[in-house]
């Protein structure tokens, strides 16, 4: 989950916030320009000082439990991602995992000074069994089923962004800045399915195609829509008279709600 799952979540519970933050354009506008140029030990701040000032207090409690949420959730990717690169071995020494490590773990520190700054209290890290109750029992030592469950967790965090991102397009502004750190969620997801495909460890491409040969699989719930040729309710297979083929699926990720989201996840809480 990334900044633009917190957004639209904190949209959820409190429908009015962007009327709010919007009659207040300039701080929103600010916001957005930062983008990159903002150092990193600043954003957490700058963020507990946007809800302030739609707030003129602290957050209420329903919000803070939503940044809570996302945090907890950081918390199980961070740890998966150092656990896999300090397992002696596992991990190949020019492999990428280790920037999608580092950016995991900035993650936990933007979430965690971002809430403190808001006046809320981080969750503390869980405990987790990353071998999804047994179902992948070799995550840590068989290179192939570490790539398995790694494609599991980042393909199922571009469906729950896509599954709350509605709330966002009141505010033009948070969408983009929002968008921008998405596509670096993206290209996490598509660079695991990369290594996959040219290693042949699996039929995959770097983007989802249908449910990407996992029915009957423990992956199976993450791409149950993803067979749909539907877009918007258009049916994208024979549009304009011709037989678009895989590119009716594979041009769009389908969404996953949060109770979704909650049940994939869930095998891997100890």
Not at 6 to 28: H, N, Q, S
Not at 39 to 66: H, I, M
Not at 80 to 98: C, S
């Amino acid at each position: 989950m990334n900044l633009t799952n917190l957004f639209d979540e904190i949209a959820r519970v409190d429908p009015e916030v962007y009327d709010r933050v919007d009659a207040r354009r300039g701080v929103i506008n600010r916001f957005a320009r930062m983008g990159s140029r903002l150092a990193a030990a600043a954003v957490p701040v700058a963020l507990g000082g946007l809800f302030n000032k739609a707030y003129g207090q602290q957050l209420p409690t329903n919000v803070l439990e939503v940044l809570n949420f996302a945090l907890s959730l950081e918390h199980l990717e961070s740890r998966f991602y150092q656990t896999a690169v300090g397992t002696p071995g596992l991990v190949p020494a020019k492999d990428k995992i280790t920037v999608i490590r580092d950016h995991e773990m900035k993650h936990v520190t933007f979430l965690q000074q971002a809430i403190t700054s808001a006046g809320g209290t981080p969750v503390a890290e869980g405990k987790y069994d990353f071998t999804g109750k047994g179902t992948f029992p070799n995550v840590f030592s068989d290179y192939k089923q570490f790539l398995q469950v790694a494609q599991a967790f980042e393909d199922t965090g571009v469906g729950a962004y896509k599954g709350q991102a509605s709330a966002l397009k009141s505010s033009n502004a948070l969408l983009t800045y929002a968008l921008q750190i998405h596509s670096v969620e993206g290209r996490h997801a598509a660079h695991i399915r990369f290594i996959r495909m040219v290693n042949g460890y699996a039929k995959v491409k770097p983007w989802i195609v249908g449910d990407d040969n996992t029915k009957g699989t423990p992956t199976e719930r993450i791409y149950q829509r993803e067979s749909d040729h539907r877009q918007v309710l258009i049916n994208l297979r024979g549009i304009g008279g011709y037989d678009v083929g895989d590119a009716a699926t594979s041009s769009f990720d389908e969404p996953l709600h949060k109770d979704e989201v909650l049940a994939i996840v869930k095998p891997f809480l100890a």
